[in-house]
């Protein structure tokens, strides 16, 4: 059984960013809130949270323990989790689902390398949600990725310490430039064997989605009642949902791990008409954008017509969502004799504190905290670009709108 970090102290001082995790914990678990606490003898605190149903958890937010399930986690090193507390003959009793306002909840240990439990890593969710085997299995994986964060962490403070401890005063700039590469390739390992984690993580997932899919098909067979129906009907939303976030995940780490966006790149006959289905499709939840499509590319190109149209795809939604509410959205398309050009343009103007970091992973405005998205779509449409041998750009303004522009080389 892990130990308890009843002797760790609970300072405030620096950990490493858990969003990755903590998004890709919200897509394993189709839940809205993922947080990361510390638990200590009577609180617990959260270090990292990301909340999506506006249940006000933010980082920082500390508890008393007995108003939690972690303290059962970490005195066990035991999992929780309940789909519906409602419905958990353990649980139904219980006044902290209420108290929080969830109604399911997954908790796993975060125990370090030394036996230590650090804490717990969460989701959790207003509405009642579907929790397999594999779900927890797969949040169990992620607490181990949270708890090497946290150990590389430390294990980096404790030896900046012993390196000022060390270090004599006046040594060259010389060894000190070393030293900070020394530290810097260990710190860009350390990343890498994260992402490739969450890589395969991602992947693997894959299988057990695949076996929810193939099930809820099975139980519609013999499904009767409208309310079993609904079930079903939600369960297949949140498995494409699941799905979507994973490929996204998957198209995030291949391009930082350096693979890029992988691409199937073949002649395509006619792919304005391609194009202009895709955006008549991204715009349909959105009504109150008009769509404008002025689309005039050679009749053959050679490219991964998918990967243009999902860029095309993440561009529109863009648009819609930050653009001027029922001011048109416009696609444009030519090609000149080198370069093929693609443009959407909104009446929208992004604000110039966010221009430097547009392009840049989970990339979101403050107004964006509650958005459903993983703050990928503008990172991994620049990534299908430079795959393509291009390059994405925008040009924003009061006088001029919004325009992404994509220009490719012709093949």
Not at 148 to 176: F, L, M, V, Y
Not at 193 to 200: C, D, N, P, Y
Not at 227 to 232: D, K, N, P
Not at 315 to 340: F, M, S, V
């Amino acid at each position: 059984m892990p130990r308890p970090m009843h002797d760790r102290s609970t300072k405030e001082g620096p950990l490493p960013s858990f969003h990755s995790c903590l998004e890709l914990a919200c897509a394993v678990s189709g839940m809205r809130v993922a947080l990361i606490g510390e638990v200590g003898e009577q609180q617990w605190r959260a270090v990292h949270a990301l909340d999506r149903a506006g249940l006000g958890i933010s980082a920082g937010l500390r508890l008393d323990l007995v108003n939690t399930f972690c303290r059962d986690v970490t005195a066990t090193g035991e999992a929780i989790w309940f789909g519906d507390c409602r419905q958990d003959q353990k649980r139904c009793d219980s006044p902290i689902p209420a108290l929080h306002g969830f109604r399911s909840y997954i908790s796993v240990p975060v125990v370090l390398a030394d036996g230590r439990v650090f804490g717990t890593l969460c989701t959790l969710d207003p509405e009642p949600r579907v929790i397999t085997d594999e779900i927890v299995h797969a949040m169990r994986a992620l607490g181990a990725v949270v708890a090497e964060q946290i150990g590389a962490a430390e294990a980096h403070d404790t030896n900046d310490h012993h390196d000022s401890d060390k270090r004599e005063p006046n040594a060259s700039p010389e060894s000190r430039l070393q030293a900070s590469e020394v530290l810097n390739s260990a710190l860009r390992q350390e990343g890498k064997e994260r992402e490739e984690f969450i890589a395969v993580l991602a992947h693997d997932l894959r299988n057990p989605l695949q076996a929810i899919r193939v099930t809820s098909d099975l139980l519609s067979l013999s499904a009767t009642s409208e309310a079993q129906q609904s079930l079903l009907r939600h369960l297949d939303d949140s498995a494409d949902r699941m799905a979507e976030l994973i490929d996204v995940t998957l198209d995030f780490a291949r391009g930082r791990l350096g693979s890029g966006i992988a691409l199937r790149v073949r002649p395509w006959r006619d792919l304005s008409a391609l194009l202009a289905n895709t955006a008549e499709q991204a715009l349909a939840p959105y009504p109150g954008c008009p769509l404008i499509v002025e689309l005039a590319l050679p009749e053959v190109v050679t490219c991964d017509a998918d990967r243009l149209s999902q860029l095309v795809s993440n561009l529109l939604i863009n648009a819609a969502i930050h653009g001027r509410k029922g001011h048109p959205i416009t696609l444009r398309g030519h090609a000149d004799d080198t370069a093929l050009v693609l443009e959407v343009r909104n009446e929208g103007v992004i604000a110039e504190a966010s221009m430097k970091t547009l392009f840049e992973p989970f990339h979101r405005t403050g107004d964006q905290r509650l958005d459903s998205g993983l703050g990928l779509g503008l990172y991994i449409a620049s990534q299908i670009a430079v795959s393509h041998g291009g390059a994405l750009t925008v040009q924003s303004g009061e006088a001029i709108g919004t325009t992404f522009t994509l220009r490719m080389p012709l093949r």
